[in-house]
């Protein structure tokens, strides 16, 4: 989608931790996630709306993220999980990094 770009952090892990870098108009992106593993969301802000389906044995992951009225950019995570086995930890993320109006 416009307005979003992906990177990744270094080091271990980090095919597990992209960052979307978004405008602060905001907008929707999807991401997809290949697991033997159900995938569903932890946590996440609250201007930040994100839902898992599954689709053909890939997890679609769709995010909206809300427009920044702030003058500074903000950020915020989403933090995935892989169940049964793992319920209880995360195990990914993905950073939403947006910018200021």
């Known amino acids: 989608v416009d ?3 992906l990177t990744y952090p270094e080091g271990p892990g ?3 931790n992209p960052v979307l870098n978004a405008l602060a108009a905001g907008g929707d992106v999807t991401v997809w996630v290949t697991s033997p593993l159900e995938v ?11 839902v898992v389906s599954e689709q053909g044995g890939f997890y ?4 909206s993220v809300g427009a ?7 950020e915020g995570m989403i933090d ?8 209880e930890s ?3 993320s ?6 200021g109006k």
């Open 68 to 74: 920044n009225e702030l003058e500074s950019a903000r």
């Open 3 to 5: 307005g979003f770009s």
């Open 40 to 50: 569903e969301i932890y946590e996440c802000p609250e201007w930040i709306k994100s």
């Open 14 to 16: 980090a095919l597990n």
């Open 94 to 99: 993905i950073t939403i990094n947006q910018a």
């Open 90 to 92: 995360r195990v990914a």
């Open 80 to 87: 995935l999980k892989l169940g049964p086995f793992y319920a």
């Open 60 to 63: 679609k992951i769709s995010i």
